[in-house]
């Protein structure tokens, strides 16, 4: 190698020394872009903490649990209210494709603050106190959920298919949104499905 | 007299209990109760933008979400307790509701300009690291070039040229 080849060679290591010694101060003024995706989880489990045993043959009387929660990875802290609905097999569910929530009026509601990366669980019990049935109709007159009693008057029509009179208690997710200064379906709901023929 | 007396007083106590009076306490109950509602919203999600604005200083925010969700369980009792009529509760609800959000309001606008007291440090700091190192190396990295040339320079001419004989 010549001198002028040195030369190359001590200054483009000098120069790959200088951006090291200056990362520090750009990574505080650059803004990096974060690749990772944002999102938001939406569960439901059974009463001993696992997706098993889920209530589905309910009776009039009899309190049953499970538990809701949420996992946060929006990037940062999130502000959700999770609606609770009942409905009937005909009443419409939320419109995933539409972003749209379901029209049924919220019966309870929670409404969490959650950490990036962290999540929220509680837990939901409820009771079928007040049902009469028909011939071919079954109307739930009133529940009771995180003992609060609501009056709800929904008629179900008996399925011949799968043989019972089905109700199904379902979970919204909405999302504070902090440039619409509101709330907005963030598209994920759940649900457990409820045969009310033994009550 | 005497049962003139007791018929003003059964009047009025007729009145009282009328239904458009009750009425109109139930609906004076129910204004109330929106009003606090919508109140306790207003400074809930205030408080959940000051938390985010600490949060993106760079502030640890845990425990301030952590009294976010308690606010949020006031609230979303409140909600429900004014959506089954229950207007007393309601209000109750959301004011509790609302003293926790101010609060949190509070401590978080506080933690947001402490970060951010923080942060001007941790720049000023990494900066003057920065510039220090850069420095550093452009000065040993000339010097280092002085000394290599030097050096070059010695051994170059410092090369004798060799004689070969030509024995062919």
Known sequence: MNLEEYRTVFAVTTLGLIL??????????VPFPRSAERFSELWVLGPNHMAEDYPFNVRVGEEYSVFVGVGNHMGSSSYYVLYV???????PLPNATASEPSPLPPLYEFRAFVVDGETW????????LEVSRFENSCLVRRVMINDVVFWVDSSSSWDSENNGFYYQLFFELWLYDVTLRGFRFHNRFVGIWLNVTAS | MSNLKFI?????????????????????????????????????????????????????????????????????????????????????????????????????????????????????????????GMAIIVGVSFLGWRAFKRRYHRRVLGVRPEVVSDES
């Open chain 1, 20 to 29: 090291m010694a200056a990362f520090p101060t750009l990574s505080l003024v």
């Open chain 1, 85 to 91: 609905k009942l409905r009937n097999q005909t009443q």
């Open chain 1, 121 to 128: 669980e509680a837990p939901l019990t409820f009771e079928f």
């Open chain 2, 8 to 132: 003003i007083i059964f009047l009025v106590l007729s009145a009282f209990t009328s239904s458009p009076f009750v009425l109109g306490t139930h609906a004076s109950s129910q204004v109330v109760a929106a009003s606090a509602v919508e109140k306790a919203e207003g400074v809930l999600t205030s408080a959940y933008e000051a938390v985010l604005e600490a949060e993106g200083a760079g502030a640890n925010v845990s425990a301030l979400v952590a009294r976010l969700s308690e606010a949020g369980d006031l609230l979303a009792q409140a909600q429900v307790s004014y959506r089954l009529g229950d207007f007393d509760g309601a209000a109750r609800f959301a004011d509790l509701c609302g003293e926790i959000g101010e609060e949190v309001k509070v401590e978080a606008l506080e933690l947001r300009d402490l970060a951010v007291e923080e942060a001007v440090q941790r720049f000023r700091w990494t900066m003057i690291g920065s510039i220090l």
